[in-house]
């Protein structure tokens, strides 16, 4: 059982859905098992979506959208469900996410949501190219020029922390480079998931010690837990 609509009431307001998608794109991430949660069935899909956008009140005026992939696994039924609620509701901010491998075609989604602010979010997990690809299964390396390309291009990144293998000095150049190239961050805690990537208590608390305080820095979405959002599929 899940829960695929939530209110983010602290830093941020907003409305949070997750939404049903087709396959993940590159689904070889080694950390996910979240891309359980998609579906080939589009009439599944639909219903899914439909039920849960209709939970949604417009009353941030921003609402943001996650699945198990990005927002070009969306169909395009869905997006245009997502279109009539935002006009509807008089939604003025949207956040969607997308992986490395979509970044040149995010103009698409900004003339489909014509008139609204579009935000977009993608998941970095570490600025360590080695540890991107070896650790995480994220195949993608990043010059100096693409990382001020994707500056431009997103509003935040994703960073995964405390996994085996890492270490403070990583952890700590992560953050310091997710705050000087975007606007803002996430910083998910891993929780042990049946994947092959562990968790790393002894750096949790290290982490949880010494960061406690980017709870009240407003570019920085701290999530101790990965259901902290709300929402969630199980």
Avoid: H
Wanted: aromatic share 12%; charged share 35%; net charge negative.
């Amino acid at each position: 059982m899940g829960i695929r609509y939530s209110k983010i009431e602290n830093k941020n307001k907003r409305e949070i859905v997750l939404l049903k998608g087709l396959p993940c794109k590159y689904g070889k991430c080694k950390f996910c098992n979240y891309i359980e949660d998609n579906s080939t069935n589009l009439e599944e899909i639909d219903r899914v979506n439909k039920v849960t956008l209709e939970e949604v009140t417009g009353e941030f005026g921003a609402l943001e959208i996650i699945n198990s992939g990005s927002v070009f696994e969306l169909p395009e039924s869905t997006l245009e469900r997502i279109r009539e609620v935002v006009k509807k509701k008089k939604i003025k901010l949207i956040y969607f996410e997308i992986y490395y491998g979509y970044k040149n075609r995010l103009d698409e989604i900004k003339d489909f949501f014509k008139g609204v602010d579009i935000r977009f979010r993608m998941g970095m997990e570490t600025f360590d190219d080695e540890f991107r690809i070896n650790s995480y299964g994220k195949n993608f390396k990043l010059t100096k020029i693409d990382l001020e390309d994707l500056s431009d291009k997103l509003y935040s990144i994703c960073l995964l922390i405390c996994v085996k293998g890492q270490t403070k000095e990583m952890i700590q150049n992560d953050i310091e480079l997710g705050l000087k190239y975007f606007k803002s961050i996430t910083i998910n805690i891993f929780i042990n998931n049946g994947t092959e990537v562990e968790r790393d208590e002894e750096l949790v608390k290290w982490f949880v010690d010494k960061y406690a305080y980017l709870q009240e820095d407003l570019r920085v979405e701290l999530l101790i837990d990965n259901k902290d959002l709300g929402v969630f599929e199980q």
